[in-house]
């Protein structure tokens, strides 16, 4: 059975059960078409009214009373007036945890459209076909594109209607002509996609070549390095559209540059310098890169024990490639937050590549994700892995749909690089999509040069001169060697601030 059947399956299950008034759908699913509980909208608003109220009166807030008061009316009275009244409510209260208050706005605005608010109903067209561009994204889905449309058409009737009420003699009449509207946009998608093969495509492009610029390559990028990231904001006509559009303002449809590749074999040089025993690493790095106009890297997760340099190398190989980059640690991340959260929503943010790629300006900068196999495995918001996957992903991270953009962007010039100590709890998908590159560890033949390095970093700290640091004497290095004989360079720090503060204690005064 595909996927796609055993949705439909669950969706059908789920209707079932709200005719019966054994679920109350969600405000997705009544975007979707499922009925409301018990197949009717006073039922609908009565039962969801109830459950709200009594979740916000257990808060026993203060600033919660005026919602609370207005829930309650509108569980003993269902009403277009109830409704508009909660809305003016709504809108002097702030989300908090436990009271889903966006989903509150979004729920009333479906009970408007329903009732022949033609404002109402251009909102939910928009959200309607804001969820029916995430299918086409993800699992190229159009069964919503048609029930948006049919939104949109509806909102233009009401609008144009001198007299509602005449027009549309009752909610289940409003009900019909949606769904006779959605049937003949299905009908019309479904012919012109049998119309046009994937042939005709191929074909249209041979022959009109006008409609390929000569000055870009198959991947988007022109002649000079810059790439078309953000082509457009979607669902712009919505009050977060308009501030979204005025925040991305400076981004719609410009051309933004990708990091040039420097000279390599003066990286080389410096990192081979710095990082002595990871020279087969370095090597690895630079090579993808030879005669390459632009940086970026192919997937890549550092392989090593705790403490052998790792974090410190993947942020040392950015720096010297001069590109601009994000350190985000991996120990706070357990949701899908890294790949963005709706506009609708009070916590509303961009993906953490499109804050990237905005806050650097560049259409390639790279993300160092470290420690990798400390993100959480739960799902109850999404999960990081499962983020990620679209995103390493050349192909589809070319068309990657951000929910706070509401519109595909090109994030396919990112470079990710990420450090783990162990990969066994890391997602075989997400492996499988990356190089895992084992990172040495630092030797006892590098112990003069990292406790060399280490001790002018101390002097630093303290506000001195490096260049007045006493060096090490040779007793001290044996010290140090028989207490340190390779691996964690934490654990060689530590023994070289023990010995410079022993040193600091027993120096004769002047």
Same mark, same amino acid.
């Given at each position: ?38 197949? =009717? ?167 009109? #070549?006008?409609?390929?610029?000569? =000055? ?107 590109? #601009? ?122 112990? #003069? ?21 006493? #060096? ?39």
């Amino acid at each position: 059975m595909s996927s796609k059947d055993s949705q439909d399956r669950h969706f059908s299950r789920r209707l079932n059960a709200a005719v019966q008034g054994l679920h109350l759908p969600s405000e997705e699913e009544l975007l979707r078409g499922m009925n409301f509980f018990r197949g =009717d909208l006073g039922e609908d608003i009565r039962e969801y009214a109830e459950r709200l109220w009594r979740r916000v009166r257990k808060r026993g807030d203060l600033a919660f009373a005026s919602l609370a008061a207005a829930l309650e009316e509108l569980s003993v009275e269902q009403s277009e007036d109830g409704v508009r009244s909660l809305v003016k409510v709504l809108d002097g209260v702030d989300e908090v945890k436990g009271v889903p208050i966006e989903a509150c706005r979004l729920r009333c605005r479906f009970y408007l459209a329903s009732s022949g608010d033609p404002d109402a109903a251009a909102s939910i067209a928009g959200e309607a076909a804001t969820v029916a561009l995430r299918d086409i994204n993800q699992r190229d889905d159009l069964g919503m594109a048609g029930r948006a449309l049919a939104w949109g058409v509806m909102a233009c009737s009401l609008a144009h209607a001198a007299k509602v009420d005449s027009l549309y003699a009752s909610r289940r009449s409003l009900s019909r002509i949606l769904q006779g509207y959605e049937r003949d946009f299905e009908g019309a998608i479904k012919r012109a996609s049998k119309r046009r093969e994937p042939e005709q495509e191929e074909l249209s492009v041979i022959n009109n #070549p006008a409609e390929v610029d000569d =000055d870009e390559t198959p991947d988007g990028v022109d002649t000079v390095g810059s790439v078309i990231v953000f082509a457009s904001v979607g669902n712009d006509a919505t009050s977060e559209g308009k501030r979204v559009v005025k925040e991305f303002e400076k981004f719609v449809r410009r051309r933004l540059p990708l990091p040039d590749a420097p000279d390599l074999a003066a990286v080389r040089t410096r990192l081979t310098t710095e990082f002595p025993w990871a020279i087969s690493i370095v090597d690895e790095m630079l090579k993808g890169l030879v005669g390459r106009k632009h940086v970026r890297f192919r997937p890549a997760i550092l392989l090593g024990t705790p403490g052998c340099g790792k974090t410190r190398f993947s942020r040392r190989l950015i720096e010297e490639l001069t590109v #601009p980059y994000e350190l985000v640690s991996c120990g706070g991340l357990s949701d899908s937050a890294l790949g963005g959260t709706a506009r609708r929503w009070s916590s509303g943010e961009p993906s953490l590549a499109v804050m990237a790629v905005r806050r650097h300006q560049c259409a390639g900068p790279a993300i160092i994700l470290d420690e990798i196999e400390k993100v959480g495995t739960s799902r109850h918001n999404g999960n990081v892995h499962d983020v990620l996957v679209g995103l390493l992903e050349k192909e589809t991270s070319a068309r990657w749909f951000d929910p706070y953009v509401e519109s595909n962007c090109d994030l396919s010039h990112l470079s990710w690089l990420m450090t783990a100590n162990e990969v066994e709890s890391v997602p075989a998908v997400l492996r499988d999509r990356c190089r895992i590159l084992r990172f040495p560890e630092p030797g006892p033949e590098h112990l #003069p040069f990292l406790a060399s390095r280490i001790l002018e970093k101390l002097y630093l700290e303290q506000g001195h001169d490096p260049r007045w640091a006493t #060096p090490l004497e040779g007793y001290e290095i044996d010290a140090l060697a028989r207490a340190w004989t390779g691996g964690s360079i934490r654990k060689l720090e530590r023994l070289v601030e023990m010995l410079v503060e022993t040193r600091e204690r027993y120096r004769e005064p002047q």
